[in-house]
């Protein structure tokens, strides 16, 4: 299991179970993506597995990122450092 869910007050949260590689990268970005569009919350919380994830989880973070922005859909990072949290911006923008 790459990842799993809860909906709890309007927000998604989605968990990543372990750090992701270039193997299943774009699977855990395709299932954050569904889970967006199937239950349409007023935001998404996404929690890491390490503080400073591997590349293709910022990889895959920086799609979702982008996808909720488009949708209009706050997106934060539970458990990330602030490196990660400016790398995503940086990467999102």
Request: net charge positive; glycine share 4%.
């Given at each position: 299991?790459?990842?799993?869910?809860a909906?709890?007050?309007?927000?998604?949260?989605?968990?990543?179970?372990?750090?992701?590689?270039?193997?299943?990268?774009?699977?855990?970005?395709?299932?954050?993506?569904?889970?967006?569009?199937?239950?349409?919350?007023?935001?998404?919380v996404?929690?890491?597995p390490a503080?400073?994830?591997?590349?293709?989880?910022?990889?895959a973070?920086?799609?979702a990122?982008?996808?909720?922005?488009?949708?209009?859909?706050?997106?934060?990072?539970?458990?990330?450092?602030?490196?990660?949290?400016?790398?995503?911006?940086?990467?999102?923008?």
């Amino acid at each position: 299991m790459i990842i799993s869910h809860a909906v709890r007050h309007d927000a998604l949260h989605v968990t990543l179970h372990h750090d992701l590689d270039v193997t299943n990268r774009a699977a855990a970005a395709l299932q954050i993506q569904s889970l967006v569009q199937e239950h349409r919350p007023a935001r998404v919380v996404i929690v890491l597995p390490a503080a400073d994830p591997s590349p293709a989880t910022l990889s895959a973070l920086a799609r979702a990122h982008r996808m909720c922005a488009g949708l209009g859909v706050p997106l934060a990072l539970s458990g990330a450092s602030d490196r990660t949290r400016s790398l995503l911006d940086a990467n999102s923008a």
